[in-house]
Nanobody, 125 residues
Framework: QVQLVESGGGLVQAGGSLRLSCAASGRTFSSDARGWFRQAPGKEREFVGIGWSGGSTLYADSVKGRFIISRDNAKNTVYLQMNSLKPEDTAVYYC???????????????????WGQGTQVTVSS
């Protein structure tokens, strides 16, 4: 059983930045891929990005070049640095563990074994 706790959400103006954190506890492994997803009101949850233990990352086209995933394996924590935020980035952001890519075209999709409770990010115009 893996427990994931997100923090760092909030309200920010368009063009601003936020950093989300996701601390893991329980049955976790530094080799597990960790990722972020988001769900906007009235929409399905979507893939944001994934960070593999070796440092490689993959992002959704909608956030590529603006969001950065990093991880501190010693602290069992993954971060999502969000820059140049847009109103369309408004969503509940979920941290996930044991993430695997399920599709690459027409867009990147992924599945996960464990989920956090989510943290709200609101970007005002």
């Amino acid at each position: 059983q893996v427990q994931l706790v997100e923090s760092g959400g909030g309200l920010v103006q368009a063009g601003g930045s936020l950093r989300l954190s996701c601390a893991a506890s329980g049955r976790t492994f530094s080799s597990d891929a960790r990722g972020w997803f988001r769900q906007a009101p009235g929409k399905e949850r979507e893939f944001v990005g994934i960070g593999w233990s070796g440092g490689s990352t993959l992002y959704a086209d909608s956030v590529k070049g603006r969001f950065i995933i990093s991880r501190d394996n010693a602290k069992n924590t993954v971060y999502l640095q969000m820059n140049s935020l847009k109103p369309e980035d408004t969503a509940v952001y979920y941290c996930a563990a044991k993430v695997a890519i399920s599709a690459l075209v027409p867009r990147v999709e992924a599945i996960a074994g464990s989920w956090g409770q989510g943290t709200q990010v609101t970007v005002s115009s």
